[in-house]
């Protein structure tokens, strides 16, 4: 399975350009690439309705973020201790990364999945012959009431933005 | 097994990004990085060597598709990530009209 790790290796090098590039903007459209990766990954992976969500997402978080960051920039500053906080970050990180791939012996192998849960779900849809596509099924019976619940987050959220950034905008249109 | 292992790479960028930035864009996009990470990582345990998609067809069986429920629980959580990523936008955009700056480390003042 080699494509999965040519796509890997290049959504860490655009994550990094994302997270390392001094220009704000430069660092939006660097994670655009690793979205567009990301949904090529999951077209690859057999997974089509997220491959096409996760399009659809990741073209409006990123412009989203273009009119947060157009004309705002920063710059670098490396004031206090700088060093000592980076190398503690990163040795952290390392640890992390070590006890992770030893806890990988504990899951099966990749391309092997001990598929339980799922298997009660599809006995069931394939005798009512419901729906074709199995994901959206088990969304429509199994999980409805999450798909509910996701719904009133949204609507949430709306409030919310609406609640932070009114008087902001109103002042934006003013100018 | 090195794939599990490159996906937490991704993940451990995006924390680095979070934890050790100061801008406030660059930690949204820190965060948006481990949400992408954490989406992969749940298709990844599903995915099965030389399954086909998880649609019904006649000779359809259990051992021959990938795993269809983590793709189900993840169809969620991205687009719970979309509104996680509008609400921080906006509390980021509140704080520049505020403050005049992204950086945390000069918004001190706690009130005037």
Known sequence: MIEINILLVFMIAAALIAVQVKDLLSSVIGIGAVGIGLSMAFLVMKAPDLAIMQLVVEILSLIILIRATIRKDLPFSTSGRWAFNTISTIIFLILFLVFAYLSFANIHTFGNPAIKTSQEYLSHVQGKAANLNIVESIMLRYRAVDTLGEASVLFAVVIGVLAIARRAWRRDGAE | ?112
């Open chain 2, 1 to 112: 097994m090195i794939t599990y292992f490159l996906c937490l790479v991704l993940f451990s960028i995006g924390l680095f990004c979070a934890v050790r930035k100061r801008n406030i864009i660059k930690i949204i996009i820190g965060i948006g990085i481990m949400e992408y990470a954490v989406n992969l990582f749940f298709i990844l345990i599903g995915y099965r060597a030389q399954g086909r998609s998880p649609i019904l067809a006649r000779d359809q069986a259990i051992t021959n598709i990938v795993d269809p429920l983590p793709q189900a629980v993840a169809l969620t959580a991205i687009v719970i990530g979309l509104a996680v990523m509008l609400m921080l936008v906006a509390l980021a955009i509140r704080i520049y009209e505020r403050y005049g700056t992204f950086d945390i480390t000069k918004i001190n003042r706690l009130k005037e």
